[in-house]
């Protein structure tokens, strides 16, 4: 049988990139159902760009004087550059991301535009301390979502935190203020991580992918009217007056 929400198996997310001159690149990631971690792989040491020391974020809390020698994040990926390092960001590809719950097929898009969404998973799921609040996101992960719909999305998650933080007995931010917080944060892993992938690849694919979720990151962390306001209309319905089914007895009405 079963437990709750398939707790007994790993959850999967398989990425199958057809390039414009035939190859086919594919990678599947495979999360610890309980932690959200993602499950290693054996692949030998590795390479020296994935060293902690090698362009570390200035906040990063490992330290490798506790033999935490890499960057989680880089290790994890380390394929997916190798992979990808010689290729340019406007080279087109198909892609095709399967899980357990969904297929999303997408069709001739740049190959920067086709990678971000498998490298937010690493940079997420990978046991990077920085960016470990966004374990939810990855549990539910979405590919290419718009920035509506990504902002929706971490709005969404954050308040749910709040309000199993407050069942638990611990402050919650209802005020919202810790997603500033919080991306900021993501926003220096990003940055630090173009920096070690620079000094890795060749081509600049991998660096721009990143870049485009570190310009998800900015837009969450100041999202425009736009956003705001499509955020205020979905829950028009939830500001209205609401009577007692008592009341609405006492005077007779029917709703």
């Known amino acids: 049988m079963l437990s709750p929400m398939g707790l007994d198996k790993p ?4 990425y199958t ?14 999360l610890d159902s309980k932690t959200l971690n993602i499950i290693p792989k054996t692949n030998g040491e590795p390479p020296i760009w994935a060293r902690l020391d090698y362009s570390p974020c200035d906040h990063c809390p490992l330290n490798p004087a506790k033999n935490e020698k890499y960057c989680p994040i880089a290790v994890n990926m380390a394929p997916v550059v190798e992979s990808f390092k010689d290729i340019v960001s406007c080279q087109t590809t198909d892609v095709l991301m399967e899980s357990e719950e969904r297929n999303v097929f997408k069709k001739k898009v740049a190959v920067q535009t086709a990678l971000y969404p498998l490298m937010g998973i690493y940079m997420s799921a990978s046991g990077c301390p ?49 997603i500033g917080r919080l991306y900021d944060q993501i926003k220096q892993v990003n940055k630090s991580f173009c920096a070690r992938l620079q000094k890795a690849v060749d081509k600049d694919a991998l660096v721009n992918a990143v870049v485009i979720l570190d310009a998800f990151a900015s ?35 029917v709703s």
């Open 11 to 14: 959850i999967w997310y398989r």
């Open 219 to 253: 837009l969450i962390k100041s999202p425009g009217q736009k956003s705001v306001d499509m955020l205020r209309q979905l829950f028009t319905p939830y500001l209205k007056e609401e009577r007692s089914q008592s009341g609405s007895a006492k005077d007779g009405r």
């Open 17 to 30: 990139f057809i390039l414009d001159n035939g190859s086919k690149k594919v990678f599947e990631v495979q």
């Open 130 to 178: 920085s960016m470990e609040k966004l374990k939810p996101l990855v549990r539910y992960h979405l590919p290419f979502s718009s920035v509506e719909e990504t902002v929706y999305r971490v709005v969404s998650m954050y308040v749910l935190a709040q309000y199993i933080r407050m069942r638990g007995g611990l402050d919650p931010d209802w005020e919202l203020g810790g």
